[in-house]
C-alpha cells in the first residue's frame, strides 16, 4: 500500500526539522563531528566555492571560525522518487543568521539535498548536496 502524499510531506517536515537541529547544533558545538552528517561522495557549495568528499569536508570545517547560527526558517519538500531512482530524497531549506567568531551578524540560506541510507540498526538521513550563500556578504 502506498502512503498517500500528505503524509510523506508531514514525514519529509519532521526529518527536516530534527535534522536541521542536529546540523546547525554540530557546527556551532561539535564542528568535527560535522563531516558524519555527510554522504562520502557530498558536494557542498559555500558562496560558490566547492568542495567535494569527505576529507575535503573536515578541512573545510576546521578553517572556519566559531559560528552562532540562528535559523529563522525552514521548508522542505519530498523529491519525486521518479527524480531519484526511488531513493527517499528531501530538499531542505534553511534561512536566518550567523555571527562568526563573534562579528557582526550575516543573513545566510542554505540548501540540502537529504537521502536515506541504511545502517545495520535503522535508516539516517544523509547530506547528498549542501549548498550555502550569504545574503548580505558583499555590503559593508
Keep these: 500500500m502506498s502512503v498517500d502524499f500528505k ?3 508531514d514525514q519529509a517536515c519532521r526529518a527536516a526539522e530534527e535534522f536541521v537541529s542536529i546540523y546547525y547544533d554540530t557546527m556551532d558545538r561539535r564542528r568535527r563531528a560535522l563531516p558524519r552528517l555527510y554522504l562520502d561522495e557530498a558536494t557542498l557549495i559555500w558562496n560558490g566555492n566547492v568542495v567535494t568528499g569527505l ?37 531542505v531549506v534553511t534561512s536566518g543568521t550567523v555571527k562568526f567568531d563573534g562579528n557582526r ?35 559593508s
Design 7 to 9: 503524509t510523506y510531506v
Design 55 to 91: 576529507e575535503d569536508l573536515a578541512n573545510f570545517f576546521e578553517m572556519l571560525p566559531t559560528s552562532e547560527f540562528q535559523v529563522n526558517m525552514l521548508d522542505c519538500q519530498p523529491v519525486p522518487g521518479q527524480a531519484t531512482q526511488a531513493q527517499s530524497t528531501v530538499l
Design 105 to 139: 551578524q550575516h543573513y545566510f540560506n542554505q540548501n540540502f539535498l537529504l537521502t536515506t541510507q541504511p545502517t545495520p540498526h535503522s535508516t539516517v538521513w544523509k547530506i547528498a548536496s549542501d549548498c550555502f550563500r550569504f545574503q548580505d556578504w558583499a555590503s
